[in-house]
């Protein structure tokens, strides 16, 4: 018989850190909340019995957002034989809510005094040994970040489970309070397990929606049920809810007062950071400051040197080379020697060249992230956001898609706002995620190789296309209305821990090499093959790329974006690939124009050629900039048809993004090549300045609703 433990606490406790300590695993720990929506599990490390589940964080067990249904759900249904209660031991206050309610369960609890380091390091004491006794529980001290007494905590929660002694609660709330719920339960006795009793009464009581509807009860006992329910009610002069929510309070408050003394110095250090980090008027340089130097380093200095040699030395001169030289001698067949060495080596070994830049990068977003620098991005942004009716919730997901905007489309579950959640969904790919790096990094190399800003003002061009869009739906009657509300703790900050940092950079680079391996190797190939045949007179055969089926193609479709100044039929290939994934548009340049060394005299190597292929800046910023906003890649398509759940809402969602990529870009070509040369004044100058004018227009007008309100206010008065 294998034994289930469940972890279950507040949002950001250091429950999947446990996890990941428990059972060897390596679980996305992100610092801020909602990042486990879903239940993990995993087997104890060494116990191979023991099934640990990692639960999404939760303040309360009531049924209003979705974690807190999936963790109910698990609880009562799936009845784990032991909850590992994890609790952040610097916020014992907030964290005991949940505690108070997982004891009604009826299922053993183990209370996991978590963050003992941080309690340790601002000097407060707890003293568990009287914590234990008065929530009637037993309590283990943890730092699951530092692997300290999670196993311990793990173990008594197996020797609980094995015993099988059910628990009784020590906690009563007031005498009238639990003589009604002895009537309830008097009611409903036979129609639940005897350990789980309270719970029900407590919830029926509270008038859980769906602890009603689960019952089916009879007309009759709804109406007894109600007036057992009132009449505390007129009692008490409260609703029901709220009277079992302050006498929980109320206990925990008498619980704090026996059991912590915090240590009155004034602010901790965090307090300290915060208030220059979330100053009003800090706030915002800072963050600019911060993500300005994450890219610029990232990409533009240390990691532009690295990707130079990979693509240069590595890739251009020894493998493809190499390659090169072994296919020659062994004879092999002139097409093959070109898929190998133009198609997939030539294209791969593009993309792979920038991976060590998109690991740089990672690097510093996860230091940021494990440090609780971001959550505090969160909570700024909130407060930005909300002056445009936007909720900083939104932001979340926005700071998970600078790696992937697949989790970061994920993320947007935790958003119970539906208008908020699809504007979410659809913004959240506008941030440069990983794979769009190396066209950053391609084309800022080759055109703009002084501009070491380039790279940072791409991150930022993708934030303010989020608030642009939040800013113009949010007026239109389709997302109209109120912000929902963000309650976010912040956690303390934390020195992060190397290893967490390591696991992190490498869990989301990772996925980019395997990517390079399987669809960026078969698009490579199958661009090679489309790019290297053709019909000429002698039938269907190689041919000149220029005759090439791809060349054909991409020619038809090129003037689409001859007015955004890449009506090229390479870069039109290149965009189009760019749906497959990202990297692609890289991998598609690699394959048509060839790695080969820059250093060569020749001007024969990839980004000299790119160079020739936009011959002004503006042309070469419009095409980024298409490439970074249109329509994201596939996966990420999937990821948002299956969060919209909608064929509607996923077309409206892409023809949004492509079309807002579109005019951005127009706008851009035309304008900034007219005023640094290479567009000369025309019909695209006016359709150019009018598309701009929209867009201020849309961005600056009233809210109609905000008018509706108006006429109201003036018709009333
Ligand atoms: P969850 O939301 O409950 O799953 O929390 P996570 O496991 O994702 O952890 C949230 C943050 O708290 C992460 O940055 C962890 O590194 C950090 N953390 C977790 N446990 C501890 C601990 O014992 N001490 C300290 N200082 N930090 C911790
Ligand atoms: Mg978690």
Known sequence: MNIRLALAGNPNCGKTTMFNDLTGSSQYVGNWPGVTVEKKEGKLKGNKGVIITDLPGVYSLSPYTLEEVVTRKYLLQETPNAIINLVDGTNLERNLYLTTQLLELGLPVVLALNMMDLVRRNGDQINNSKLSEVLGCQVVETSALKG????????????????????????????????????????????????????????????????????????????????????????????????????????????????????????????????????????????????????????????????????????????????????????????????????????????????PQMFILFFFLSILEDCGYMARVAFIMDRIFRKFGLSGKSFIPLLIGSGCGVPGIMATKTI??????????????????????????????????????????????????????????????????????????????????????????????????????????LACAAIWFLSSFGFSEGGFGMVAQEESILAVIGMAIAPIFAPLGFGEWRATVATISGLVAKENVVGTFGVLLGLGADIAEDDSGLLSQIASMFPYGAAAVSFLVFNLLCAPCFAAIGAIRREMNNAKWTWFAIIYQSLFAYVVALIIHQLGGLLFGGVTFGIGTIVALVLLIGMLFLLLRPAPQDKLKAKAAHLTT
């Open 416 to 521: 119970e706002n539906e208008k908020d959640r699809r504007m979410t969904i659809m913004t959240t790919t506008f941030i440069p995620c990983g794979a769009k790096l190396p066209v950053i990094a391609l084309i800022g190399g080759a055109i703009f190789p002084h501009i070491t800003w380039l790279a940072p003002a791409m991150y930022f061009m993708g934030v303010l296309a989020v608030v642009f869009s939040g800013i113009v739906l949010k007026k239109t009657r389709m997302f109209a209305g109120d912000p929902a509300p963000f309650v976010m703790e912040l956690p303390q900050y934390h020195l992060p821990a190397a290893k967490g940092v390591l696991i992190h950079m490498w869990e989301r680079g990772r996925s980019f090499i395997i990517k390079a391996g399987t669809i960026i190797f």
């Open 148 to 355: 300290e007494g999670s196993m311990a905590a793990a173990k008594a929660a197996m020797e609980l489970a094995k015993s099988n002694s059910p628990m009784t609660p020590v906690h009563h709330f007031s005498e009238s309070v639990e003589t009604t719920l002895a009537e309830i339960a008097e009611i409903v006795k036979t129609s639940v397990p005897v350990n789980q009793l309270r719970w029900y009464s407590i919830k029926l009581f509270e008038r859980d929606k769906e602890v009603l509807e689960s019952f089916n009860f009879d007309e009759a006992t709804k109406i007894q049920l109600e007036d057992i329910i009132t009449k505390l009610e007129n009692l008490m002069d409260d609703d029901s809810e709220s009277i079992i929510v302050n006498e929980r309070y109320e206990y925990i408050s008498k619980v704090i007062k026996k059991c912590l003394q915090k240590k009155t110095t004034g602010a901790t250090t965090s307090d300290k950071i915060d208030r220059v980090v979330t100053n009003r008027w800090l706030a915002l340089p800072i963050f600019a400051a911060i993500m300005f130097m994450v890219y610029y380093v990232s990409i533009s200095s240390i990691g532009s040197v690295v990707t130079d040699w990979t693509n240069d030395v590595l890739f251009g001169e020894y493998i493809q080379g190499g390659a090169s030289a072994l296919l020659e001698q062994a004879n092999a067949a002139e097409w093959l020697q070109g898929l190998v060495v133009d198609g997939i080596i030539g294209g791969v070994g593009a993309v792979l060249g920038f991976v």
